[in-house]
T-cell receptor, first 110, second 111 residues
């Protein structure tokens, strides 16, 4: 069963806009929530991660918002750029067990 | 620059062949993983290993086996390749409770 549900499957945003990708999880034992960015022909690369003791983490134009009670978290990309066009995966982890969402293909149009 | 290296970027194999996918990491990580990536299905865990000579089944181990004889190397074996194993295969390594470092992937086509 899918333990991490990610939406939307694909997203098109204009340059300068805000991209928002959402994820929901079931298991309250998860305690580490990373986001990965994958460009075509490359493996996923860790982008940003959060632990459930904080509600938000920001790194440059990338922000994770975390809602522990709703068991949801989201990635916000501010001032989206064509170079941000990639597939994004959310994940949830406990100990060494990491579960991935199905991925979101983001296209940022110039 | 630390990395996870997968030996082949592209492979074409025939149905029934035994296929070896190699992965090497230079970060002294305890944990190593093999995933397959298919459109719309995300990343699915095939096998993982927390230590040398140790292996555990993931969510989709059928048709696969693994070998970890040295800490830095984790091999995925397709005992008898089938067309439904055509996919992108990703190797990853990690320290406990840290983000994964992925290799660039091996795109395997079974004909």
């Amino acid at each position: 069963q899918q333990q991490v549900k990610q939406s939307p499957q694909s997203l098109i945003v204009q340059k300068g806009g805000i991209s928002i990708i959402n994820c929901a999880y079931e298991n309250t034992a998860f305690d580490y929530f990373p986001w990965y960015q994958q460009f075509p022909g490359k493996g996923p690369a860790l982008l940003i991660a959060i632990r459930p003791d904080v509600s938000e983490k920001k790194e440059g134009r990338f922000t994770i918002s975390f809602n522990k009670s709703a068991k949801q978290f989201s990635l916000h990309i501010m001032d989206s750029q064509p170079g941000d066009s990639a597939t994004y995966f959310c994940a949830a982890s406990m100990s060494n067990d990491m579960r991935f969402g199905a991925g979101t293909r983001l296209t940022v149009k110039p | 620059d630390v990395k996870v290296t997968q030996s082949s970027r592209y492979l074409v194999k025939r149905t029934g062949e035994k296929v070896f996918l190699e992965c090497v990491q230079d970060m002294d990580h305890e944990n190593m993983f093999w995933y397959r990536q298919d459109p719309g299905l995300g990343l699915r865990l095939i096998y993982f290993s927390y230590d040398v000579k140790m292996k555990e089944k993931g969510d989709i181990p059928e048709g696969y086996s693994v070998s970890r004889e040295k800490k830095e190397r984790f091999s995925l074996i397709l005992e008898s390749a089938s067309t439904n194993q055509t996919s992108m295969y990703l190797c990853a390594s990690s320290l406990i409770q840290r983000g994964y470092t992925f290799g660039s992937g091996t795109r395997l086509t079974v004909v």
